[in-house]
Protein backbone atom coordinates (compact mmCIF):
# COMPACT_ATOMS: atom_id res chain seq x y z
CA UNK A 1 0.00 0.00 0.00
CA UNK A 2 1.34 3.70 -0.65
CA UNK A 3 1.89 5.24 2.28
CA UNK A 4 1.15 8.62 0.42
CA UNK A 5 -2.17 7.56 -0.06
CA UNK A 6 -3.43 5.53 2.59
CA UNK A 7 -4.11 9.00 4.43
CA UNK A 8 -2.77 7.52 7.56
CA UNK A 9 0.36 6.66 9.37
CA UNK A 10 1.31 3.89 11.82
CA UNK A 11 4.51 5.08 14.18
CA UNK A 12 5.99 2.66 17.40
CA UNK A 13 7.15 5.06 20.24
CA UNK A 14 9.41 2.87 22.13
CA UNK A 15 12.93 3.06 22.25
CA UNK A 16 13.29 -0.54 22.46
CA UNK A 17 13.95 -2.75 20.03
CA UNK A 18 12.63 -6.21 21.73
CA UNK A 19 9.19 -3.56 22.08
CA UNK A 20 8.71 -2.89 18.38
CA UNK A 21 8.04 -5.97 17.12
CA UNK A 22 4.51 -6.04 17.92
CA UNK A 23 4.46 -2.45 16.04
CA UNK A 24 6.28 -4.82 12.74
CA UNK A 25 3.69 -7.11 12.76
CA UNK A 26 0.95 -5.31 12.68
CA UNK A 27 2.06 -3.22 9.97
CA UNK A 28 2.83 -5.79 7.67
CA UNK A 29 -0.28 -7.02 8.35
CA UNK A 30 -1.87 -3.13 6.98
CA UNK A 31 0.58 -3.22 4.11
CA UNK A 32 2.08 -0.04 5.51
CA UNK A 33 5.25 0.93 6.47
CA UNK A 34 6.16 1.90 10.27
CA UNK A 35 6.61 5.20 10.32
CA UNK A 36 10.28 7.35 10.35
CA UNK A 37 10.59 8.59 14.07
CA UNK A 38 13.85 8.60 16.28
CA UNK A 39 13.03 8.04 20.09
CA UNK A 40 15.85 7.87 22.51
CA UNK A 41 16.93 8.24 26.15
CA UNK A 42 19.26 11.35 26.84
CA UNK A 43 22.25 10.31 29.00
CA UNK A 44 20.35 12.57 32.09
CA UNK A 45 17.49 9.80 31.13
CA UNK A 46 15.84 12.16 29.61
CA UNK A 47 13.15 11.28 26.73
CA UNK A 48 13.73 12.65 22.88
CA UNK A 49 11.45 12.15 20.08
CA UNK A 50 12.37 13.10 16.47
CA UNK A 51 9.42 12.42 13.74
CA UNK A 52 11.10 12.42 10.71
CA UNK A 53 8.08 12.93 7.70
CA UNK A 54 5.48 14.99 7.79
CA UNK A 55 2.08 13.90 9.46
CA UNK A 56 0.19 17.29 8.29
CA UNK A 57 -3.73 16.75 8.18
CA UNK A 58 -2.83 12.90 8.86
CA UNK A 59 -4.26 10.24 11.01
CA UNK A 60 -1.54 8.70 13.17
CA UNK A 61 -1.78 5.31 14.83
CA UNK A 62 0.83 5.30 17.65
CA UNK A 63 2.09 1.65 18.68
CA UNK A 64 3.28 1.50 22.18
CA UNK A 65 3.77 -1.86 23.97
CA UNK A 66 4.69 -1.38 27.90
CA UNK A 67 7.68 -3.00 29.20
CA UNK A 68 9.29 -3.89 32.28
CA UNK A 69 10.27 -0.20 32.52
CA UNK A 70 6.30 1.26 32.89
CA UNK A 71 7.42 4.65 33.73
CA UNK A 72 9.79 5.53 30.47
CA UNK A 73 7.45 4.16 28.10
CA UNK A 74 4.34 5.98 29.43
CA UNK A 75 7.18 8.92 28.71
CA UNK A 76 7.65 8.01 25.18
CA UNK A 77 4.05 7.76 24.20
CA UNK A 78 3.52 11.11 26.01
CA UNK A 79 6.33 13.03 23.79
CA UNK A 80 5.45 11.82 21.34
CA UNK A 81 2.11 12.05 21.04
CA UNK A 82 2.98 15.84 21.65
CA UNK A 83 4.99 15.52 19.30
CA UNK A 84 2.70 14.96 16.41
CA UNK A 85 0.10 17.41 17.90
CA UNK A 86 2.29 20.37 17.58
CA UNK A 87 3.00 19.05 13.90
CA UNK A 88 -0.13 19.36 13.37
CA UNK A 89 -1.61 15.66 13.10
CA UNK A 90 -5.06 15.44 12.29
CA UNK A 91 -6.03 12.33 14.76
CA UNK A 92 -3.75 11.11 16.58
CA UNK A 93 -5.22 7.57 18.17
CA UNK A 94 -2.93 5.40 20.57
CA UNK A 95 -3.10 1.79 20.19
CA UNK A 96 -1.70 0.34 23.64
CA UNK A 97 -2.68 -3.03 23.89
CA UNK A 98 -1.36 -3.39 28.17
CA UNK A 99 -2.87 -0.01 29.15
CA UNK A 100 -0.09 0.68 32.62
CA UNK A 101 -1.58 1.25 35.76
CA UNK A 102 -4.81 -0.45 35.49
CA UNK A 103 -4.74 -1.98 38.66
CA UNK A 104 -5.12 1.76 40.76
CA UNK A 105 -8.14 2.14 39.31
CA UNK A 106 -10.16 2.09 42.56
CA UNK A 107 -9.79 4.55 45.67
CA UNK A 108 -7.22 3.26 48.46
CA UNK A 109 -7.17 4.51 51.89
CA UNK A 110 -4.62 7.86 51.52
CA UNK A 111 -3.85 6.80 47.79
CA UNK A 112 -4.92 8.27 44.16
CA UNK A 113 -6.80 6.71 40.91
CA UNK A 114 -3.39 6.40 38.60
CA UNK A 115 -5.51 5.31 36.00
CA UNK A 116 -7.82 8.59 36.04
CA UNK A 117 -4.27 10.74 36.20
CA UNK A 118 -2.83 8.63 33.35
CA UNK A 119 -5.77 8.96 31.64
CA UNK A 120 -6.07 12.84 31.45
CA UNK A 121 -2.14 12.74 30.69
CA UNK A 122 -3.31 11.39 27.76
CA UNK A 123 -5.65 13.46 26.46
CA UNK A 124 -3.61 16.33 27.65
CA UNK A 125 -0.87 15.24 25.22
CA UNK A 126 -3.41 15.34 21.83
CA UNK A 127 -4.44 11.40 21.75
CA UNK A 128 -7.73 11.65 20.69
CA UNK A 129 -8.86 8.07 20.80
CA UNK A 130 -7.24 4.97 22.17
CA UNK A 131 -7.07 1.04 21.49
CA UNK A 132 -6.65 -1.27 23.58
CA UNK A 133 -6.79 -5.05 25.14
CA UNK A 134 -8.87 -6.65 28.30
CA UNK A 135 -8.37 -3.58 30.63
CA UNK A 136 -8.35 -4.51 34.28
CA UNK A 137 -11.82 -3.01 34.87
CA UNK A 138 -14.66 -1.91 31.95
CA UNK A 139 -15.05 0.90 34.22
CA UNK A 140 -11.42 2.12 33.40
CA UNK A 141 -12.83 3.53 30.26
CA UNK A 142 -14.93 6.42 32.27
CA UNK A 143 -11.87 7.60 32.95
CA UNK A 144 -11.40 9.39 29.46
CA UNK A 145 -13.28 12.06 27.89
CA UNK A 146 -12.57 10.54 24.06
CA UNK A 147 -13.37 7.13 22.62
CA UNK A 148 -11.52 3.75 24.00
CA UNK A 149 -11.63 0.47 21.90
CA UNK A 150 -11.64 -2.36 24.72
CA UNK A 151 -10.61 -5.38 22.44
CA UNK A 152 -11.01 -8.75 23.95
CA UNK A 153 -7.97 -11.78 23.57
CA UNK A 154 -10.21 -14.42 24.58
CA UNK A 155 -11.09 -15.80 20.77
CA UNK A 156 -7.56 -16.39 20.66
CA UNK A 157 -6.65 -18.07 23.75
CA UNK A 158 -9.97 -20.58 23.06
CA UNK A 159 -8.62 -20.90 19.94
CA UNK A 160 -5.33 -22.12 21.47
CA UNK A 161 -7.25 -24.14 23.51
CA UNK A 162 -9.27 -26.15 21.15
CA UNK A 163 -6.09 -26.63 18.40
CA UNK A 164 -3.28 -26.88 21.22
CA UNK A 165 -4.51 -28.67 24.23
CA UNK A 166 -4.97 -32.50 23.65
CA UNK A 167 -8.42 -33.57 24.95
CA UNK A 168 -9.81 -30.57 25.79
CA UNK A 169 -13.33 -31.67 26.09
CA UNK A 170 -11.81 -33.27 29.43
CA UNK A 171 -11.02 -30.38 30.94
CA UNK A 172 -12.34 -27.54 33.73
CA UNK A 173 -12.30 -24.11 33.36
CA UNK A 174 -10.82 -22.84 36.64
CA UNK A 175 -11.01 -19.13 38.48
CA UNK A 176 -8.05 -19.15 41.22
CA UNK A 177 -10.49 -16.68 43.30
CA UNK A 178 -13.99 -15.56 43.69
CA UNK A 179 -13.77 -12.56 41.93
CA UNK A 180 -12.14 -14.01 38.63
CA UNK A 181 -15.05 -16.22 38.51
CA UNK A 182 -17.47 -14.46 35.69
CA UNK A 183 -14.13 -14.30 33.64
CA UNK A 184 -13.88 -17.84 34.37
CA UNK A 185 -17.58 -18.51 33.27
CA UNK A 186 -17.41 -16.34 30.26
CA UNK A 187 -14.43 -19.20 29.01
CA UNK A 188 -16.55 -22.30 30.16
CA UNK A 189 -19.76 -21.37 28.54
CA UNK A 190 -18.06 -20.67 25.47
CA UNK A 191 -16.27 -24.01 25.52
CA UNK A 192 -18.79 -25.93 26.78
CA UNK A 193 -17.14 -26.87 29.88
CA UNK A 194 -17.65 -26.96 33.70
CA UNK A 195 -16.41 -24.81 35.99
CA UNK A 196 -14.68 -24.59 39.15
CA UNK A 197 -13.91 -21.68 41.46
CA UNK A 198 -11.09 -22.14 44.21
CA UNK A 199 -12.40 -20.36 47.59
CA UNK A 200 -10.36 -19.20 50.56
CA UNK A 201 -6.66 -18.64 48.94
CA UNK A 202 -4.58 -16.58 51.12
CA UNK A 203 -4.29 -14.00 49.35
CA UNK A 204 -3.91 -10.09 49.38
CA UNK A 205 -6.97 -9.47 46.92
CA UNK A 206 -8.00 -6.08 46.18
CA UNK A 207 -11.05 -6.01 48.28
CA UNK A 208 -8.72 -6.89 50.98
CA UNK A 209 -6.86 -3.55 50.78
CA UNK A 210 -7.11 -0.83 53.29
CA UNK A 211 -9.75 1.89 51.65
CA UNK A 212 -10.50 3.28 55.00
CA UNK A 213 -14.02 1.81 54.94
CA UNK A 214 -12.81 0.45 57.97
CA UNK A 215 -11.24 3.87 60.05
CA UNK A 216 -13.91 4.83 62.17
CA UNK A 217 -14.08 8.60 63.09
CA UNK A 218 -12.33 10.05 65.97
CA UNK A 219 -13.97 11.20 69.16
CA UNK A 220 -13.51 14.79 69.24
CA UNK A 221 -12.00 15.98 73.29
CA UNK A 222 -15.24 17.68 74.94
CA UNK A 223 -13.76 18.60 77.85
CA UNK A 224 -14.72 22.51 78.97
CA UNK A 225 -17.61 24.96 78.13
CA UNK A 226 -18.53 24.86 74.43
CA UNK A 227 -21.88 26.25 74.72
CA UNK A 228 -23.50 23.49 72.90
CA UNK A 229 -23.96 21.58 76.54
CA UNK A 230 -27.83 19.82 77.69
CA UNK A 231 -29.29 20.74 80.96
CA UNK A 232 -28.74 17.96 83.36
CA UNK A 233 -30.32 14.90 82.66
CA UNK A 234 -30.45 15.06 78.86
CA UNK A 235 -26.68 14.27 78.05
CA UNK A 236 -26.03 13.11 74.29
CA UNK A 237 -23.39 11.65 72.95
CA UNK A 238 -20.78 13.89 71.42
CA UNK A 239 -21.93 13.73 67.89
CA UNK A 240 -25.44 12.09 67.49
CA UNK A 241 -26.33 9.91 64.67
CA UNK A 242 -22.63 8.78 63.92
CA UNK A 243 -22.23 5.70 66.01
CA UNK A 244 -21.56 2.68 63.79
CA UNK A 245 -22.38 -0.68 64.09
CA UNK A 246 -19.03 -3.26 65.44
CA UNK A 247 -17.39 -4.20 62.26
CA UNK A 248 -16.52 -8.06 62.30
CA UNK A 249 -13.03 -8.80 61.15
CA UNK A 250 -12.61 -10.81 57.52
CA UNK A 251 -11.62 -14.34 58.00
CA UNK A 252 -10.82 -16.33 55.40
CA UNK A 253 -12.42 -19.81 55.41
CA UNK A 254 -10.16 -22.77 54.75
CA UNK A 255 -9.14 -23.53 51.28
CA UNK A 256 -11.49 -25.19 49.06
CA UNK A 257 -12.55 -25.66 45.24
CA UNK A 258 -16.08 -25.81 44.56
CA UNK A 259 -16.28 -28.18 41.95
CA UNK A 260 -14.74 -31.48 40.64
CA UNK A 261 -11.33 -31.01 38.83
CA UNK A 262 -10.37 -34.79 39.91
CA UNK A 263 -9.00 -36.30 36.97
CA UNK A 264 -9.18 -33.37 34.73
CA UNK A 265 -7.68 -30.64 32.85
CA UNK A 266 -7.12 -27.65 35.08
CA UNK A 267 -7.35 -24.48 32.91
CA UNK A 268 -6.39 -21.36 34.77
CA UNK A 269 -7.65 -17.87 33.52
CA UNK A 270 -7.23 -14.51 34.36
CA UNK A 271 -6.41 -10.93 32.48
CA UNK A 272 -2.95 -10.14 34.07
CA UNK A 273 -0.25 -12.78 35.38
CA UNK A 274 2.46 -10.56 36.70
CA UNK A 275 3.40 -12.09 40.24
CA UNK A 276 3.08 -15.80 39.89
CA UNK A 277 2.90 -16.65 43.81
CA UNK A 278 -1.10 -17.12 43.19
CA UNK A 279 -0.94 -18.95 40.05
CA UNK A 280 1.60 -21.45 41.55
CA UNK A 281 -0.20 -21.81 44.85
CA UNK A 282 -3.43 -22.45 42.71
CA UNK A 283 -1.55 -25.00 40.67
CA UNK A 284 -0.76 -27.23 43.99
CA UNK A 285 -4.29 -27.07 45.19
CA UNK A 286 -5.14 -28.59 41.81
CA UNK A 287 -3.26 -31.38 42.14
CA UNK A 288 -4.00 -31.99 45.16
CA UNK A 289 -7.20 -32.06 44.28
CA UNK A 290 -6.75 -34.98 41.24
CA UNK A 291 -5.95 -32.38 38.62
CA UNK A 292 -3.31 -34.24 36.22
CA UNK A 293 -2.29 -30.82 33.98
CA UNK A 294 -2.50 -27.47 34.62
CA UNK A 295 -2.80 -24.55 32.34
CA UNK A 296 -2.77 -20.68 32.94
CA UNK A 297 -4.28 -18.84 30.14
CA UNK A 298 -3.92 -14.91 30.54
CA UNK A 299 -3.47 -11.83 27.96
CA UNK A 300 -1.08 -10.10 29.43
CA UNK A 301 2.06 -12.01 30.33
CA UNK A 302 4.08 -9.34 33.07
CA UNK A 303 6.17 -12.18 34.48
CA UNK A 304 8.03 -9.59 36.70
CA UNK A 305 10.67 -10.77 39.16
CA UNK A 306 11.55 -14.39 39.18
CA UNK A 307 8.35 -15.49 37.73
CA UNK A 308 9.92 -17.56 35.17
CA UNK A 309 11.81 -19.87 37.69
CA UNK A 310 8.72 -20.01 40.03
CA UNK A 311 6.69 -20.93 36.66
CA UNK A 312 9.92 -23.83 35.50
CA UNK A 313 9.78 -24.96 39.20
CA UNK A 314 5.95 -25.63 39.71
CA UNK A 315 2.96 -28.25 38.79
CA UNK A 316 2.22 -25.78 35.91
CA UNK A 317 2.67 -27.76 32.83
CA UNK A 318 1.87 -24.56 30.56
CA UNK A 319 1.48 -20.64 30.74
CA UNK A 320 -0.27 -19.09 27.50
CA UNK A 321 -0.02 -15.29 27.34
CA UNK A 322 -0.24 -13.11 24.47
CA UNK A 323 2.19 -10.67 23.06
CA UNK A 324 0.58 -7.17 24.40
CA UNK A 325 4.04 -7.30 26.74
CA UNK A 326 7.20 -8.50 25.46
CA UNK A 327 8.56 -11.59 27.39
CA UNK A 328 11.27 -13.44 25.16
CA UNK A 329 13.56 -13.48 27.75
CA UNK A 330 11.07 -14.97 30.05
CA UNK A 331 10.33 -17.60 27.66
CA UNK A 332 14.01 -18.33 27.23
CA UNK A 333 14.51 -18.68 30.85
CA UNK A 334 10.93 -21.00 30.81
CA UNK A 335 10.15 -23.66 27.87
CA UNK A 336 6.55 -23.69 29.49
CA UNK A 337 5.79 -19.93 28.52
CA UNK A 338 4.12 -19.65 24.94
CA UNK A 339 3.16 -16.95 23.27
CA UNK A 340 -0.25 -16.44 20.84
CA UNK A 341 -0.18 -13.37 18.85
CA UNK A 342 -2.70 -11.02 18.67
CA UNK A 343 -1.93 -8.44 15.78
CA UNK A 344 -3.73 -9.63 13.63
CA UNK A 345 -7.06 -7.99 16.08
CA UNK A 346 -5.38 -4.79 16.25
CA UNK A 347 -4.49 -4.48 13.11
CA UNK A 348 -8.13 -4.84 11.60
CA UNK A 349 -8.91 -2.24 14.31
CA UNK A 350 -7.03 0.17 12.71
CA UNK A 351 -8.51 -0.48 9.69
CA UNK A 352 -11.95 -0.21 10.82
CA UNK A 353 -11.29 3.40 12.27
CA UNK A 354 -9.26 4.49 9.88
CA UNK A 355 -12.44 3.73 6.91
CA UNK A 356 -15.02 4.48 9.54
CA UNK A 357 -16.33 1.13 9.54
CA UNK A 358 -18.06 -0.48 12.51
CA UNK A 359 -15.98 -2.00 15.85
CA UNK A 360 -19.15 -4.60 16.57
CA UNK A 361 -17.40 -7.57 14.16
CA UNK A 362 -14.40 -7.60 16.62
CA UNK A 363 -17.00 -8.24 19.57
CA UNK A 364 -19.11 -10.93 18.47
CA UNK A 365 -20.19 -13.55 20.46
CA UNK A 366 -18.02 -11.63 23.50
CA UNK A 367 -20.09 -11.89 26.61
CA UNK A 368 -20.49 -8.64 29.23
CA UNK A 369 -18.27 -10.79 31.87
CA UNK A 370 -15.51 -11.45 29.35
Keep these: MNIAKSGYRVFSANSSVACTELAKKITE???????????????????????????????????????????????ELLVMAYALKTSCAKNIIGVIPYF??????????RGS????????????????????????QKEIQGFFSFPVDNLRAS???????????????????VAKSPSAAKRAQSYAERLRLGLAVIHGEAQCSESDMADGRHSPP???????????????????????????????????????????????????VDDIIDDVGDFVAAAEIL????AYKIYIMATHG????????LIEESAIDEVVVTNTVPHEVQKLQCP???????????????????????????FRNITVDD
Excluded: W
Aim: proline content about 6%; overall charge positive; some cysteine.
Design 29 to 75: RLGVELGKSVVFQESNRETRVDVKESVRGQTIFIIQTIPRDVNTAIM
Design 100 to 109: PYSKQCKMRK
Design 113 to 136: IVSKLLASMLAKAGLTHIITMDLH
Design 155 to 173: PFLIQYIQEEIPDYRNAII
Design 218 to 268: CVRNTTGHTGLELPPGKQQAPFPGIELPMMMAKEKPPITVVGDVGGRIAII
Design 287 to 290: KERG
Design 302 to 309: LLSADAPR
Design 336 to 362: KIKTVDVSMILAEAIRRIHNGESMAYL
